[in-house]
């Protein structure tokens, strides 16, 4: 017998029936779930699983009767989505029996729930199901660039020898005003060592340069008086590195307008392309001789004592991030201490809370031009805390050609939100036009450059002791709910030896195909989720795709109480 024969007769009692067996089955076996966005992937891996959907928001008044089927059948046509122009007859009746079992489902606790973000709607689900499997961590501090700053300062106090090693560029939350009296002070002193980094490259003694035409002229506007002040303040941190300064009775005082006036000589000479100025006796001393020595000797002494030397440059160029927001949104590259001091401490009081970084001047770039790397990992477990990492990664480049003198975000921001903007400039024709590589292609190109090794060596590995690094620094902060997993996405930038350096950790990172590779990748990371979160929970030897187990933390028993024992004696 149908119902409505000329509008759905597809909809018979049989059909119906299998469907609420359907739902029967799911229910009984704990697998009801339910999805907040578009996360067809998530829905297809499922339900290929025999998992049923409960729809979002789906509320249906209670009937007086429910005796009669066919007043079911005829209630649950008149409640039937309606087939949308261009929409294929198989999809419509998929989404009709959707909206069916979701109605057999309305008074049923769901088993698993994937959001896009933890809403207070999710918190009524978790009081009707304890078991709930969701996928979001109510609490994690390492998702915001002012938690991830935080936490990374105390990161001495949970490195594991061999296992984490995070390679982060400083950092510093200039809300607080401690850590802003930081930033000056290290602004200051990068500057400093910047200057002799230009003296060296400009004169040639490292990278080939100009001799000392490049440094120095009869009409130059720095004195070079601004060469020795760093040669001082360079020395001076060697000595507190080495605790020399233990006996000096009275530290030298360095007033705040001798480093204004520095700190223009800086700009002058490595911005606006200017020259030094020496006097007479300077000239027929060969002091810049002298200088030159003295400027390499110093910095080869501070590389031990400066871990991030390699990144720095000489521009001494920063960036300033919103605490709070994401893709790419608020950022600035910037390189005038008063400047960045105007926006990050504003004389009126402003609810946006900035962090300040350095910014990587020597990354390793491919055909002139900039990229990160965005690499998955899931968390299963907090307490105990494991971590899976995905074999597959992809590059991000920029559509304009790299230049450290050009601060717009198309050159240095490979956010993908960012560069769908731009047009590509003229570049070279190797690189994609959709501005995406994946991992396999970037290990060709390591292997044309005879730097294949690499990967395996340096870069790979490198990614995941930063991982591992990061979430044991955060690890006491984070929430512990069981049945609790999330998926993120950590952008590294690579330096021109080869290290990785972590830049910060996204929570719900775009799973959109939004180029050829995403539209591959994507799909398989979220296939590959299910596999570690729902197949390994019946089958411990389940595949997990590319996801691969690489920290499952170890927690002693407590031992046994035996009760206090103590004795005075004497």
Not at 50 to 78: C, H, N, P, Y
Not at 173 to 182: D, F, G, K, S
Not at 513 to 534: K, N, W, Y
Request: net charge neutral; aromatic share 12%; hydrophobic share 35%.
């Amino acid at each position: 017998k149908f119902i409505n024969p000329y509008k759905n007769n597809w909809i018979n009692a049989d059909r119906l029936n299998e469907l609420r067996k359907k739902v029967q089955d799911a229910t009984k076996h704990h697998r009801v779930f339910l999805l907040r966005g578009s996360f067809h992937t998530v829905r297809r891996a499922l339900v290929e699983r025999g998992w049923v959907e409960k729809l979002d928001g789906f509320r249906v008044k209670a009937q007086a009767s429910t005796s009669s089927s066919g007043f079911i059948l005829e209630d649950l046509v008149s409640q039937l989505p309606e087939r949308k122009p261009g929409e294929s007859r198989k999809n419509h009746i998929a989404k009709c029996e959707r909206s069916i079992m979701s109605r057999f489902l309305e008074h049923t606790p769901i088993d698993f729930l994937w959001t896009a973000r933890r809403e207070k709607a999710d918190w009524l689900d978790l009081t009707k199901n304890s078991s709930l499997i969701i996928n979001r961590f109510a609490k994690a501090p390492f998702t915001t660039k002012e938690g991830l700053c935080s936490a990374l300062h105390d990161f001495h106090w949970f490195y594991e020898e061999g296992m984490s090693e995070t390679y982060f560029p400083r950092c510093y939350n200039v809300w607080n005003p401690e850590e802003l009296n930081e930033f000056v002070d290290n602004f200051r002193l990068t500057a400093s060592m910047g200057l002799l980094k230009w003296l060296i490259e400009r004169h040639g003694t490292e990278g080939g340069g100009g001799g000392l035409d490049a440094i120095i002229a009869d009409d130059g506007n720095v004195p070079s008086t601004c060469i020795t002040f760093a040669l001082t303040r360079c020395k001076e941190y060697l000595d507190y590195c080495l605790h020399n300064d233990i006996d000096i009775e009275e530290d030298t005082k360095v007033w705040d307008h001798d480093w204004d006036v520095f700190l223009t000589h800086h700009y002058l000479l490595t911005h606006e392309d200017n020259r030094i100025q020496l006097l007479k006796e300077e000239r027929e001393a060969d002091a810049i001789e002298h200088y030159l020595a003295e400027a390499k000797s110093v910095l080869e002494q501070i590389k031990s004592h400066w871990p991030q030397y390699a990144l720095d440059g000489y521009l001494n160029i920063w960036i300033v991030k919103p605490g709070n927001k994401c893709r790419g949104r608020g950022i600035h590259l910037m390189n005038n201490i008063k400047q960045i001091i105007a926006m990050v401490n504003p004389p009126i009081v402003s609810k946006t809370r900035y962090v300040i970084q350095k910014y990587i001047e020597r990354p390793l770039i491919i055909h002139n031009t900039k990229f990160d790397i965005r690499q998955w990992f899931m968390i299963t477990s907090v307490q105990p805390l494991n971590i899976w990492f995905y074999k597959e990664s992809y590059l991000r480049f920029s559509s304009q050609q790299y230049n450290l003198m050009n601060y717009h975000e198309s050159v240095h921001l490979t956010n993908h939100a960012i560069q769908k903007k731009y047009h590509n400039a003229v570049r070279d024709e190797r690189l994609p036009h959709e501005n995406m590589w994946d991992c396999h292609t970037f290990q060709a190109y390591l292997r044309q450059i005879d730097k294949y090794e690499m990967w395996s060596e340096r870069i790979y590995p490198g990614m995941q002791k930063a991982i591992i690094g990061s979430l044991l620094a955060c690890q006491d902060n984070m929430d512990r709910r069981p049945n609790t997993f999330e998926l993120y996405g950590a952008d590294f930038m690579i330096t021109e030896d080869f290290y990785p350096w972590l830049i910060e950790i996204n929570s719900s990172p775009d799973l959109a195909p939004s180029t050829s590779v995403t539209a591959r990748l994507c799909p398989q990371c979220v296939e590959d989720t299910i596999r570690v979160v729902i197949d390994r929970r019946t089958d411990s030897n389940a595949p997990t795709g590319s996801f691969e187990l690489i920290y499952k933390q170890v927690i002693p028993k407590t031992p046994a109480y035996m009760g206090l024992n103590l004795q005075l004696r004497g």
